[in-house]
């Protein structure tokens, strides 16, 4: 059976077409096919998200106690602080968060939590979608961000190719891309040693007060 959308021919017995994802004689695309990629599980993305989170928490934690000892603010717990020093530890540990996001997706196509979800490693349309598409996409992680993330997955529950407001408005989406077990291994390795340098660093420093 030829496909109506891209021509290409397919087994009789198939319902969607096996290069582009369509529904063949009619009707909408696979929802988990878009051109033939396997788009990613929101859990997958979920659990990305959770290990990015995780890792911008370390340096938060590592930047704060570094930014507590500078300008006073440390406690037996960890650290306390007002005014500017706040603003500067919030602003920078932000700035390098959406730089975290912005460049490694536009340069790699996922974030280190994105590459180890799952066992897969999810890239922005195939590939790398580039700094601009990334930047849009990102800079609306601002609304889709809102109530713990409960607004990007309404737009993502809501969307065959499951992409979340930013995804839309920069015109990417997040597909399935398989990993071999080295590589996942590195990337793991790579994820303990940031989490490891970045706790350690907060708790000398806060040691050293």
């Not at 009619?26 to 096919?33: H, R, T």
């Not at 340069?107 to 195939?126: D, E, S, V, Y």
Request: proline share 2%.
């Amino acid at each position: 059976m030829s496909c109506a959308a891209c021509g290409t021919e397919n087994p009789v017995e198939a319902r969607f077409c096996m290069a582009c994802g369509a529904a063949l004689g009619g009707g909408a695309a696979a929802p988990e096919l878009v051109a033939g990629l396997r788009v990613a599980r929101l859990g997958d993305r979920l659990f990305a998200l959770i290990l990015d989170t995780a890792l911008l928490g370390a340096v938060f934690a590592l930047v704060g106690t570094w930014a507590a000892a500078r300008w006073g603010g440390l406690t037996a717990a960890g650290f306390e602080m007002t005014g500017a020093p706040a603003v500067l530890t919030f602003g920078g540990v932000g700035a390098l968060g959406f730089l975290y996001y912005w460049l490694l997706e536009a340069l790699f196509g996922a974030t280190l939590g994105k590459a180890l979800a799952g066992g897969k490693a999810p890239a922005i349309a195939g590939h790398a979608c580039g700094a601009r598409r990334s930047f849009v996409r990102n800079l609306l992680r601002l609304v889709d961000g809102l109530a713990f993330y409960v607004v990007g997955f309404l737009f993502a529950v809501f969307s065959r190719k499951r992409q979340r407001l930013g995804d839309r408005f920069a015109g990417t989406y997040v597909i399935e891309k398989a990993g071999g077990t080295l590589w996942q291994a590195l990337l793991s390795l790579v994820w303990v040693a940031l989490m490891g340098a970045a706790l350690s660093g907060a708790y000398l420093i806060h040691g050293a007060t």
